[in-house]
C-alpha cells in the first residue's frame, strides 16, 4: 500500500542566528528566527511524513513551547514522524523538497542537503531530491524576509 504526504513551512531571517537548511548549515548574514533551528526544510519533511499517514503536525507533536526542543535539531523531528509512520506498518520510499529563498544561493549545497535528508529518513540519497529556486524577486520571499519549503513524501508498506 502506498500513501503520499505533503509538508509546506517557511521561516523568517533574523539577525544572530545560524541558517541550517535540510540539516546543512549554510554560510549566510542571516539565519531563521525559530524555537528549534528553525530548519524550514525539515519542517516540511516532517509534515510530509506524518501528513501521508495522517498523524497530525509539526506543532502538535513538538510544541513552540516545550523547552526540549529549544535549538533543536529538526533532524529529531522527522526521525520521529518516520518512526510513528514505521508503527502503522509504513516506510519512506522517496522525498522530493522544494526550498524557495531569494538568497543565498542553495543550489552548491544540494547535494549536501540531499544526502542530510536521507540520513534523517534513514532511505539512500537517491531517494530524495532537492530543488531549490528563488521566487523570482516577488512577494516576502523575495525581498528576502524569509525562507518557505515544500516536500512531498511517498510512504509504502513492504510488498
Ligand atoms: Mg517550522
Given amino acids: 500500500m502506498q500513501r503520499v504526504g505533503f509538508g509546506y513551512d517557511s521561516h523568517r531571517f533574523a539577525e544572530g542566528r ?3 537548511l535540510g540539516g546543512v548549515r549554510i554560510e549566510h548574514d542571516r539565519g531563521l528566527e525559530g524555537h528549534s533551528d528553525a530548519d524550514a526544510a525539515l519542517h516540511a519533511v516532517t509534515d510530509a511524513v ?5 498523524l497530525g503536525d509539526i ?3 513538538f510544541a513552540d513551547t516545550d523547552p526540549r526542543w529549544k535549538g533543536a535539531d529538526s533532524a529529531v523531528f522527522v526521525r520521529e514522524a518516520v518512526r510513528r509512520a514505521g508503527e502503522k506498518g509504513f516506510a519512506v520510499a522517496n522525498c522530493d523538497v522544494t526550498v524557495l529563498a531569494e538568497a543565498p544561493r542553495l543550489a552548491p549545497h544540494r547535494d549536501a542537503m540531499r544526502r542530510s535528508i536521507a540520513a534523517a529518513l534513514g532511505v539512500a540519497p537517491n ?3 532537492v530543488k531549490a529556486k528563488t521566487n523570482e524577486g516577488m512577494g516576502w520571499i523575495g525581498r528576502g524576509e524569509g525562507v518557505a519549503a515544500l516536500a ?3 510512504m509504502e508498506t513492504p510488498e
Fill in 50 to 54: 506524518l501528513g501521508a499517514l495522517a
Fill in 152 to 154: 512531498v513524501v511517498m
Fill in 18 to 20: 545560524a541558517l541550517v
Fill in 127 to 129: 531517494a530524495v531530491s
Fill in 59 to 61: 506543532g502538535s507533536l
